[in-house]
């Protein structure tokens, strides 16, 4: 089954999707290999073009035309995102490991797309045309890790390690306050309602939507902050 079969289920036209895919695909793997220049010694370039590949075609079903961004920018942003966290998921792993991981997420996206559980140990198992055995062994190697000590693979530089906490302004989509947000929402200019989109939604930091918006920083944070405002201040007219 192929990665677009996989992701058939969408809310673009088959047709959309199919066209962005098929005029990005050397995006991703120039992405790829960028990236690989750095791992090549744990990490196989086909490997991350598999992911990068999932990552475009999860990308042409969300992309809206909104007239702010380009989708190339868009995807390039979701791609690169999707490749850095599989670096970090596996970055404790052996090349081995992290080629029987990679294995089992795909059969894993296939199983879902023809409708089984992707929890379901004996599809995944005839999915990769293994034995349930064999699949509890590739499992159990992993999901287990080195024996390595923070220190000898933290970096404080490193994206791999970077915060993906909530921030104070989180707060604002709340369970509790969804319902009344989701009206506000609607009032904000659209590009001060995509910056928020992006950062709350799609969970990009302030970088990527500069980059998938063709705009500073600086401006992406005054986007952010005069839409918070805003709605900060309704809500509290609410």
């Not at 050397?26 to 490997?47: S, T």
């Not at 409708?115 to 379901?120: L, Q, R, S, T, V």
């Amino acid at each position: 089954m192929t990665i677009t079969q996989a992701y058939a289920a969408t809310n673009a036209s088959p047709r959309e999707v199919e066209q962005r895919v098929r005029t990005h695909m050397q995006l991703v793997r120039k992405i790829a290999w960028q990236i690989h220049g750095r791992v090549r010694d744990v990490f196989e370039i086909d490997d991350l073009v598999q992911i990068g590949m999932v990552a475009l075609v999860e990308a042409a079903k969300r992309f809206q035309d909104l007239g702010q961004a380009s989708f190339s920018s868009y995807a390039a942003v979701r791609i690169r995102g999707a490749l850095t966290d599989h670096l970090r998921k596996n970055l404790t792993l052996t090349r081995l490991g992290v080629q029987r991981r990679t294995q089992i997420t795909i059969a894993e996206l296939a199983v879902k797309a023809a409708g089984g559980d992707p929890a379901n140990r004996e599809l995944v198992a005839a999915e990769l045309g293994i034995s349930i055995a064999e699949f509890q062994s590739w499992r159990d190697k992993t999901s287990s890790t080195p024996n390595k000590s923070l220190d000898e693979i933290y970096d404080d530089h490193s994206v791999w390690f970077a915060d993906d906490g909530h921030t104070p302004e989180s707060a604002l989509v709340a369970d509790q306050l969804r319902a009344t947000l989701a009206t506000h929402l609607k009032r904000l200019k659209e590009r001060e309602a995509l910056v928020l989109q992006l950062y709350y939604v799609e969970e990009l930091n302030l970088e990527e939507i500069s980059e998938v918006l063709s705009v500073t920083v600086g401006r992406v944070s005054q986007l952010k902050k005069a839409a918070l405002g805003q709605l900060r201040a309704w809500m509290q007219e609410s």
